[in-house]
């Protein structure tokens, strides 16, 4: 079982990016997948959340990134992304994706159990 994170990099203000999270050994839509990102010096923070496609597929987003990120699925290629638009400075960080391993869970999930090893994006002029 293994969660590729991928697609950060350095991107101006008001650019955008796209994260994928790709799954091995696993499929991916069994299971609810978040996007998580961490600063420095703080806690990490879940800023997006998929439900499985055996529970009710529902999506949420945190306040900070509502309206500007979208998380998706592409079930044929095993792979959750992040589409992120309109970034801020405030949104640099390594962005991790998780999935539990409970079939047919919904956000949020009771624990998330598999990590990718992370992607950093930064948004800088």
């Known amino acids: 079982v293994q969660l590729q994170a991928s697609g950060g990099g350095l991107v101006q203000p008001g650019g955008s990016l796209t994260l994928s999270c790709l799954a091995s050994g696993f499929t991916l839509e069994y299971y609810t997948t978040g996007w998580f990102r961490q600063v420095p010096g703080k806690e990490r923070e879940g800023i997006s959340c998929?439900?499985?496609?055996?529970?009710?597929?529902?999506?949420y987003y945190t306040d900070p990134v509502k309206g500007r990120f979208t998380i998706s699925r592409d079930n044929a290629k095993n792979t959750v992304y992040l589409q992120m638009n309109s970034l801020k400075p405030e949104d640099t960080a390594v962005y991790y994706c998780?999935?539990?391993?409970?079939?047919?869970?919904?956000?949020?999930?009771?624990?998330?159990?598999?990590w990718g090893q992370g992607t950093q994006v930064t948004v800088s002029s």
């Open positions: 998929i439900s499985s496609s055996g529970g009710t597929g529902s999506i």
């Open positions: 998780a999935t539990d391993a409970a079939p047919g869970s919904t956000c949020p999930p009771l624990s998330w159990n598999y």
